[in-house]
């Protein structure tokens, strides 16, 4: 639940600060019943207990007006009374003193924070403001009239200043060369002039394939004439061999024996 509470609050705060512009430290304007209600569940020091709840830095403060109707209020507010004067007092434009609400609820666009025993909740963005924001967002977006003129005053300084230059350049021609005359320039508007005279690119053709990645066909040789090779080099390969010298020491034995 706590998780849940702080999760809202951030994205409470989220929203104020992109939309509205708030930033840190947040001030906080305390009246009577809320100073009354940090004493009472013993929420003090109560700069810590606010910054604990928005999860961002605080500064407390309050207003002449609201110290006025804790006078009146008499001994029963007496410690809010005091514990109200320690605070930062802001000047309000009010001549005569009115109620602390009438005070506090001229600020527009401020989110409430209210206490509910020992806990401080913070006010989601009501449906005003939600529907304020996203018609700023789109006033913000769109253009305004007088952006509108002058986008059309522009645009058309741009426009007359080519077609000059355009026509400059065609007297220029005529005028250094009086035999030259611009190819039908008279008769094509600005755009379609400056379609004809862009540079027309080649297509490219479509070439073989990269003979680096094509594999390499296998030759079929006949079966017979391989074994015929081979048998042809085995007839050399013997006809190459040296023939071996018999020696006639057998015979000179035999010889002898008989002898």
């Known amino acids: 639940m706590r998780f849940k509470k702080q999760k809202r609050h951030r994205k409470t705060v989220r929203f104020f600060s992109v939309c509205f512009g708030f930033r840190q430290p947040f001030k906080v304007c305390c009246d009577g019943i809320f100073i009354q209600h940090l004493l009472h569940n013993d929420l003090t020091p109560a700069d810590k207990a606010l910054s604990n709840s928005l999860s961002a830095s605080v500064k407390l403060f309050t207003t002449s007006c609201i110290l006025a109707e804790l006078k009146k209020l008499g001994a029963?507010?007496?410690a809010s009374f005091q514990a109200a004067r320690k605070l930062p007092i802001a000047r309000c434009d009010h001549e005569k003193r009115v109620s602390a609400d009438a005070c506090i609820v001229e600020v527009s666009n401020v989110p409430l924070i209210f206490g509910l025993r020992n806990a401080l909740f913070l006010e989601p963005?009501?449906?005003f403001q939600r529907e304020f924001v996203k018609s700023s967002e789109e006033k913000r977006i769109h253009m305004t009239e007088k952006e509108y003129k002058v986008l059309e005053e522009r645009t058309s300084s741009i426009s007359a200043n080519a077609d000059t230059g355009d026509s400059s350049d065609e007297e220029g021609l005529g005028r250094h060369n009086p035999g030259l005359h611009p190819h039908n320039t008279r008769n094509y508007s600005g755009k379609e002039r400056d379609l004809?005279?862009?540079v027309r690119f080649k297509r490219k053709k479509a070439k073989g394939p990269n003979p680096l990645s094509v594999k390499k066909k296998k030759s079929h040789e006949n079966p017979n004439?391989?074994?015929?090779k081979e048998v042809k080099g085995g007839d050399g390969n013997a006809q190459s061999k040296r023939k071996r010298k018999r020696?006639?020491?057998g015979k000179r034995l035999a010889g002898t024996d008989g002898v």
Do not use: F, I, N
Not at 225 to 228: F, G, P, T, V, Y
């Open 225 to 228: 004439l391989a074994s015929e």
């Open 196 to 198: 004809k005279d862009r």
């Open 125 to 127: 963005p009501s449906k």
């Open 76 to 78: 029963s507010q007496s």
């Open 247 to 249: 020696s006639g020491r």
